[in-house]
C-alpha cells in the first residue's frame, strides 16, 4: 500500500508512485529502444482499456470529439484517431510508427479533442515531449490536469501538477482547472484544501485565486460552503467586491433570499458602497425579485442604493421589467425606468421597450406608451410590426380612435402588417367612430394583406356605411366584394336594396344582384 496506507495530502510529494507520473524528460516507448531500466508513464490504476468505452470511476462523458469537427487538419485528425482508437498500452508504439511530428501547437489540439481518452492522450502527451525536446506548452500541461481532472484521475492530475512545478509552469490558470474539477465532482473540500497548498506550488494565495476557488464552489451549488469558507479566508486575505458578487451571484442561482440577504449586509459592513460594484447589486435585486414578497422588498433596496448613487445594471432592469410584467405593476416598472434609464444608466432594448409598452397598454396609460414608442429609435431600438401591433391593438380595444389613426398610418408606412383581428376591430371601431374613410382604409388594407376570414368584416363595411348614409362608398365596396369572391349575405344585398329603392336607384341594386348571383 502506498504511503504504508496513509493518503497522500495535496501538498506532499510522493515517490511511490513513479509509475503514474507525468514527467516529460523520460524517454517515451520505442519498440525499437526499450530499456526497461526507465520508468514509463502508465495510466493511473483506475483507467481501464480504451476499448472499453472508458468506464472510468466517476468520468464525466459530455466531451467533444474529432469525430464532431470535419474540418480538422489531417494530422491532428490522424493523431486523435490513434489515441481514441488505441489501447493505452499501444499508443506509443503505434505514434512512432506513424512517423508523425508534431508541433506544441498541434499537441495542444490534440489533447482538447482526447479527454474521453485519458490514459492514452497521457502516452501522447509523453511521446510528444520527445519530439518537442520536453518543451511542451503551459496551455498543454494545463490541458492534462484539466484532462486528468475531469475524468476524477486526481492522484495522477496531482503527479503532473509536481512536474509542472519542477518546470516552473504553474500559475493560477492551473489551479482554476484544480477547482473546477474538483467542484464539479462534488469535493468541494478538496477544492478548498488546494487552494490552501498553493503556497507550497509556488501561487500565490491571493483575492484572485480566492475568487476562483469561490467561483466554482458557487457554481456546483455550494455557495453556502463557500460562504462558511470566505469567514476563514478573509482573515488572512483582503477580499474585494468580486468576492461578494461572486457568493450573491451563488444564492442568486439558488433562490436563498435568506443568505443573500444577510451576504448583502455583510458586504457593505466589510467593503462599504461602491458604485461600480454593479454585478453584486444585480444579482441581490434579482435574488430579491424571487422572494414571497419580491417586488416590495425589491423597491427598497433599490431606493436605499439610489440614495447612495449606487445601481444596479441591464440583468437587474431585463429581470425587474419581467417581473413588473408579470404582476401588472406599472407604477414600478416607470420609477425603475425613470431612475436606470433617466440616468442613462441602462437603455432598454426592444424586448424591454414591448414589456413596457404592453405594461402601460394594460394599465391604459396609452400616453406613456407612445413616448415609450416614440423615443425607441433615438435609443438605437427600432420598433418591430409586434411593437406597432401591441399599441395599435389596445387603442382599438378601449376605442382610442384619435391616437390609433395615425399609429394606423405610421404603420402602414414602415410595412408593417396590424393583425387580422385588429383591422376587423378597427373597421368596427372606426364606423361606430363615425370615421368612415378610415374605416374603408383600414378594410383595404386588410384585403391587401389577408385573403380567408374576410366575410364578416366585409358585411360589417356594408352595412356599416349604408347606416352612415355613405351609400355610394357601400354600393362601391360592395360591388369590390364580390369581385373578390367574398360573400356578401342576402341579408346585407336586402338592406342595401331598400336604401337604393329609397332613393330612386333600384337599377343600382339590379346590376349588383347580377354581379352577386354570377360571383
Given at each position: 500500500m502506498r504511503n504504508g496506507g496513509r493518503k497522500r495530502s495535496h501538498g506532499e510529494d510522493s515517490s511511490s508512485s513513479s509509475s503514474s507520473k507525468i514527467d516529460s524528460s523520460k524517454k517515451p516507448y520505442s519498440h525499437r529502444?526499450?530499456?526497461?531500466?526507465?520508468?514509463?508513464i502508465s495510466p493511473p490504476s483506475n483507467f481501464t482499456d480504451q476499448?472499453?468505452?472508458?468506464?472510468?470511476?466517476?468520468?464525466r462523458s459530455n466531451f467533444i470529439s474529432y469525430t464532431e469537427l470535419p474540418s480538422l487538419p489531417p494530422k491532428v485528425k490522424i493523431l486523435c484517431q490513434i489515441i481514441a482508437e488505441t489501447p493505452a498500452a499501444a499508443v506509443e508504439r503505434v505514434l512512432e510508427d506513424a512517423g508523425i511530428r508534431v508541433r506544441g501547437e498541434d499537441v495542444e489540439e490534440v489533447l482538447k479533442l482526447s479527454y474521453g481518452h485519458p490514459g492514452s492522450a497521457v502516452k501522447f502527451f509523453r511521446w510528444s515531449s520527445f519530439q518537442?525536446?520536453?518543451?511542451?506548452?503551459?496551455?498543454?500541461?494545463?490541458l492534462v490536469v484539466d484532462l486528468l481532472g475531469k475524468n476524477s484521475l486526481f492522484d495522477a492530475m496531482w503527479d503532473a501538477i509536481k512536474s509542472m512545478r519542477n518546470e516552473f509552469l504553474l500559475s493560477l490558470s492551473t489551479f482554476r482547472f484544480v477547482f473546477a474539477n474538483y467542484a464539479a465532482a462534488n469535493r468541494a473540500q478538496e477544492a478548498i484544501l488546494s487552494y490552501e497548498v498553493l503556497e507550497q506550488y509556488n501561487v500565490p494565495k491571493d483575492v484572485a485565486a480566492l475568487n476562483s476557488l469561490l467561483s466554482v464552489i458557487c457554481n456546483s451549488g455550494k455557495t453556502e460552503t463557500a460562504k462558511d469558507y470566505l469567514v476563514i479566508a478573509k482573515e488572512r486575505t483582503r477580499i474585494n467586491a468580486e468576492t461578494y458578487s461572486i457568493l450573491l451571484e451563488g444564492f442568486e442561482n439558488e433562490g436563498d433570499v435568506s443568505r443573500a440577504r444577510q451576504t448583502f449586509s455583510e458586504m457593505v459592513a466589510d467593503i462599504g458602497w461602491d458604485m461600480s460594484n454593479i454585478p453584486a447589486y444585480d444579482s441581490f435585486l434579482c435574488t430579491l425579485l424571487k422572494g414571497q414578497d419580491g417586488l416590495r422588498e425589491t423597491i427598497k433596496y433599490f431606493d436605499t442604493m439610489r440614495d447612495r448613487n449606487c445601481y444596479p445594471g441591464m440583468?437587474?432592469?431585463?429581470?425587474?421589467?419581467?417581473?413588473?410584467?408579470?404582476?401588472?405593476?406599472s407604477k414600478s416598472a416607470k420609477l425603475i425606468c425613470e431612475e436606470l434609464v433617466g440616468r442613462n444608466i441602462c437603455q432598454p432594448d426592444l424586448v424591454i421597450y414591448k414589456s413596457l409598452i404592453s405594461l402601460y397598454c394594460n394599465a391604459k396609460d396609452f400616453d406613456s406608451a407612445q413616448k415609450l414608442l416614440d423615443e425607441m429609435v433615438y435609443n438605437g431600438a427600432f420598433p418591430d410590426s409586434e411593437t406597432y401591433g401591441l399599441l395599435f391593438h389596445f387603442l382599438i380595444k378601449q376605442n382610442r380612435v384619435r391616437e390609433a389613426?395615425?399609429?394606423?398610418?405610421?404603420?402602414?408606412?414602415?410595412?408593417?402588417?396590424?393583425m387580422q383581428q385588429d383591422c376587423s376591430a378597427g373597421v368596427r371601431v372606426f364606423?361606430?367612430?363615425?370615421?368612415?374613410?378610415?374605416?374603408?382604409?383600414v378594410w383595404r388594407f386588410m384585403v391587401d394583406n389577408y385573403k380567408a376570414d374576410l366575410d364578416e368584416t366585409a358585411n360589417l363595411l356594408v352595412v356599416g356605411l349604408r347606416?352612415?348614409?355613405r351609400l355610394p362608398e357601400a354600393v362601391k365596396c360592395a360591388e369590390d366584394i364580390i369581385e373578390r369572391g367574398i360573400k356578401l349575405t342576402s341579408a346585407t344585398l336586402s338592406k342595401l336594396k331598400q336604401s337604393l329603392c329609397k332613393v330612386g336607384k333600384a337599377f343600382g341594386y339590379e346590376e349588383l344582384l347580377r354581379k352577386w348571383k354570377n360571383y
Open positions: 529502444h526499450h530499456d526497461h531500466r526507465h520508468h514509463r476499448n472499453s468505452r472508458h468506464r472510468v470511476t466517476g468520468k518537442l525536446n520536453n518543451k511542451h506548452t503551459p496551455y498543454a500541461w494545463n440583468k437587474f432592469f431585463k429581470f425587474a421589467i419581467e417581473e413588473c410584467s408579470r404582476k401588472n405593476n389613426t395615425p399609429l394606423f398610418k405610421e404603420m402602414v408606412k414602415n410595412e408593417f402588417v396590424p364606423l361606430a367612430a363615425k370615421d368612415p374613410h378610415m374605416a374603408i382604409k347606416d352612415a348614409n
